[in-house]
C-alpha cells in the first residue's frame, strides 16, 4: 500500500476524534478540552477538509458542526457515513432544532447536541459511544447473555422498590420525584430522542413510535434514553406524561379521569397507579395537598 493510500489505525486504547467547525475558537477549545482527556485529536475547518482527513486517519468519532463553508454538516455526514460507516458522528449546532436533529439522525448521526454544551457531556457521549462499538465486537451469544443479565437486575431492582414499604423512604422517594417532575433537564433536551418524548409523551405509546420517528431500532431508543435520563423507556415516558399531569392537577379543577387519557394514560386506574408509585401519593391526594399550601 503506497504513503498516500494508507489509513492509519488508532490504538486499542486511545480513542481518535475529528473536530470539523469553522469556527477557530471552538477547534482550539475542543483541541484543549479532548486533549486533556487523553484523546487523540485532529481539526478541519470545513466539510471538505474532513472527508479528506477520514480517508487519511480511521476516526472513532467526528464532532462536526452543522453549518461549515464549501459543504455544510448534513452532506458531509452523509459523505462520511458511505465511506466509513463504523465511524461515529456527533453533530454541533448552535440552534436547537428538533428537526435538524432527525435529519441527522436519519443521515447515521450517532448523537446531536447544541452549543454551548457541558465538556463532561461530551466526554460521556464520546466515550459511550466508542465503549458500545467496541462492545459489539462481542460474539451474539456473548451480547445476549450481557442482556439477559441486564434485564434480570432491572427486575430485581422493580421488585424490590415495589416492596419497599418504610413511611421515611416512600416520603423522601415522593420528594426527591415532584422535584424532578418540576425541573427543567437542559441536558436531557440536548439528545434529539430526548426531546422528542418530552414534546410528545401523550401521543407516544411504545418504543415504536419514537425508532420509526428517528429510524432507530428499539434497542437504540432504549439506550439513549437510558445513558441520558438513567431511567428505562417507559420510567422516562411516564416522567414525561406525569410533568403535565401534575400541572393540570394543580392548576385546573379538570376531573382526574380527564387527566389521565389527555395525559396518555389508557384508563384512570393505570394513571394512578403509575402516579403513586412515582410520587408516593394518589392525584387526588396530591391536588389537596396542593390546594392546601397554596
Not at 470539523?20 to 466539510?47: N, P, S
Not at 468519532?61 to 466509513?84: F, Q, S, Y
Amino acid at each position: 500500500m503506497s504513503e498516500e493510500t494508507k489509513i492509519d489505525q488508532p490504538s486499542q486504547q486511545a480513542i481518535s476524534v475529528l473536530v470539523a467547525d469553522d469556527d477557530d475558537l471552538f477547534l482550539r477549545f475542543c483541541h484543549k478540552m479532548l486533549e486533556r482527556e487523553q484523546f487523540t485529536v485532529h481539526t478541519a475547518r470545513d466539510g471538505d477538509e474532513a472527508i479528506a482527513m477520514t480517508g487519511q486517519h480511521a476516526y472513532d468519532i467526528v464532532l462536526m458542526d452543522i453549518n461549515m463553508p464549501l459543504m455544510n454538516g448534513l452532506a458531509c455526514l452523509e459523505e462520511i457515513k458511505k465511506r466509513h460507516s463504523k465511524t461515529e458522528v456527533i453533530i454541533v449546532t448552535g440552534k436547537g432544532d428538533l428537526q435538524t436533529a432527525v435529519e441527522a439522525m436519519k443521515l447515521g448521526a450517532a448523537d446531536f447536541m447544541t452549543k454551548p454544551f457541558q465538556t463532561g457531556a461530551l466526554v460521556n457521549k464520546i466515550e459511550n459511544l466508542v465503549s458500545k462499538a467496541r462492545t459489539e465486537d462481542l460474539s451474539d451469544d456473548e451480547r445476549r447473555r450481557t442482556d439477559r443479565r441486564t434485564e434480570r437486575t432491572d427486575r430485581r431492582t422493580e421488585r424490590t422498590e415495589r416492596r419497599t414499604g418504610d413511611r421515611r423512604e416512600a416520603n423522601e422517594r415522593r420528594l426527591q420525584n415532584e422535584r424532578r417532575l418540576s425541573e427543567d433537564r437542559r441536558l436531557d433536551s440536548d439528545d434529539p430522542v430526548i426531546a422528542y418524548i418530552q414534546q410528545n409523551a401523550t401521543q407516544i405509546s411504545t418504543r415504536q413510535d419514537i425508532a420509526d420517528v428517528m429510524e432507530l431500532t428499539l434497542d437504540q431508543v432504549s439506550a439513549r434514553v437510558q445513558a441520558a435520563t438513567g431511567q428505562s423507556f417507559r420510567q422516562w415516558l411516564n416522567t414525561c406524561r406525569l410533568q403535565k399531569a401534575t400541572q393540570l392537577l394543580k392548576e385546573t379543577e379538570m376531573e382526574i379521569a380527564r387527566i389521565a387519557l389527555d395525559t396518555g394514560f389508557a384508563t384512570v386506574q393505570h394513571f394512578s397507579r403509575v402516579f403513586s408509585n412515582i410520587t408516593g401519593i394518589s392525584p387526588r391526594k396530591y391536588r389537596q395537598q396542593n390546594r392546601q399550601s397554596t
